[in-house]
């Protein structure tokens, strides 16, 4: 393209042609802003929402025989699966649902049973499962670890669902699918995911009319004196930035995007990650208060939760990033003991949480309940089960001893650690 076609299409565009930057001191702010990429730890909250059911994932229990009355669950204590340390549910045909999960990532899976959330209330379990506080006022765990290691990128915190109330520490960015992804990073293109032919017939000049606008907007600037106006047009001018980080995102994405949604969420996200962009996610997948038929309608998205899950860890690995991905799951509370009139089970506020991820011992179980989900007392030093609270002597597993552990974990200095304090004791949850 030469200097006379650049100057039609630029008319085209609504540009002014302006001069080099030899001659226009301007010209050499109107370049994209990026902060220094962040490689650390990618931390992936993933919230089963509704109040998830452990006694059909990770704390499994089923029943003695077939005719047990108010059995836990339908299947057998002797169909009781094992990876290493770890048992679980035998759920889908033949019990083998959820052994793509355990039986590939025991070794580094810690599980901690016997979680007391001190609530049977929707936000108030899911605010404590995930800021380790049931009242109002905490941000949850993962806005505290971007705040703390991304304090400056453009979507620290990818917020999908889940709870996100971050309570001014960071940003919860609501990213969408892919696709969109990619319309709204690459707007020039009438194929964003395929040729890169744009609208304009040159390669080039979607990036110069992005600069000439950076540039037009910081002119603007510099004569505005009006407070308000002013602070709109740098609005205005970071979001443009922001396309560029956008795009960064769109070319770190897979070729091909799952079907499902929650796995979507997930590549999207590590795609930010991989990008420089991002520490945190969280991810939700609804539909786990099953006050009626719990099996038919419970188990399913438990199996569909789990293999997310799978999915993340699978996703890493084929991007080479296994070794700096943690995955943290939890639940609003649980379900309770036996089944109700409606073959559904209610709230009950023993949980468990599983997770996995650099300085995660693996391998691992922590806390546990007795045969009817009831709560019972650990070992301050050995985690393990003592019994139960009016027989036996320790300590109640709480959600604010997880978050003090996780916390400590991530690296969340003493200021943040004193403006949203938890209740209870440091224990070795990792070692």
């Excluded at 395929?194 to 609208?199: A, P, R």
């Amino acid at each position: 393209m030469d200097r006379r076609d650049f100057i039609r299409m630029a008319s085209w565009a609504g540009l002014t042609c302006v001069l080099p930057a030899a001659m226009d001191p301007l010209r050499a702010s109107a370049q994209p802003i990026t902060g220094s990429a962040y490689t650390g730890t990618y931390w992936i909250f993933m919230h089963a929402g509704g109040g998830w059911d452990p006694t059909h994932l990770c704390d499994p229990k089923g029943r003695a025989t077939e005719n047990e009355n108010d059995p836990m669950g339908r299947f057998l204590k002797s169909d009781i699966r094992t990876a290493g340390n770890i048992d679980y549910a035998p759920l889908g045909d033949g019990g083998t649902a959820l052994d793509a999960f355990f039986q590939t990532h025991y070794e580094r899976l810690l599980v901690i049973n016997g979680m007391d959330t001190t609530t049977n209330g929707h936000d108030q379990g899911t605010r404590g499962t995930w800021s380790g506080r049931t009242a109002e006022g905490h941000p949850p765990i993962g806005a505290l670890i971007a705040a703390t290691h991304g304090p400056n990128l453009p979507m620290p915190l990818i917020g999908y669902g889940g709870y996100l109330d971050t309570q001014g520490v960071t940003n919860a960015v609501p990213l969408g699918d892919g696709g969109l992804l990619h319309n709204l990073a690459h707007p020039s293109r009438p194929d964003p995911t395929g040729s890169e032919e744009n609208y304009f017939g040159h390669p080039e000049v979607p990036g110069i009319v992005q600069r000439e606008q950076q540039l037009r907007l910081l002119r603007m600037q510099g004569k505005q004196r009006l407070p308000r106006i002013w602070d709109g047009q740098n609005e205005l001018m970071l979001a443009r930035l922001g396309q560029d980080d956008l795009k960064r995102v769109s070319d770190s994405l897979p070729d091909d995007f799952s079907n499902n949604q929650l796995e979507r969420q997930i590549q999207v996200a590590l795609a930010a990650y991989t990008a420089g962009l991002s520490v945190s996610v969280s991810v939700s997948r609804g539909g786990f208060d099953t006050h009626g038929n719990h099996d038919g309608n419970h188990l399913p998205r438990l199996i569909d939760f789990v293999n997310g899950a799978n999915f993340a860890m699978q996703e890493a690995e084929r991007l080479g990033i296994a070794d700096k991905v943690a995955v943290v799951m939890g639940s609003d509370f649980g379900r309770t003991p036996g089944y109700n009139n409606g073959n559904g089970k209610d709230h009950w506020p023993i949980s468990s949480m599983m997770m996995m991820g650099p300085g995660i011992p693996g391998n691992r179980v922590i806390g546990g309940t007795d045969d009817r989900h009831g709560l019972q007392l650990i070992d301050p030093l050995t985690l393990l089960p003592t019994g139960a609270p009016d027989t036996a002597e320790g300590t109640r597993l709480s959600i604010a001893h997880v978050h003090r552990a996780l916390r400590n974990l991530a690296g969340v200095p003493n200021d943040f650690k004193a403006a949203f304090p938890l209740a209870g004791e440091d224990l070795p949850i990792f070692g």
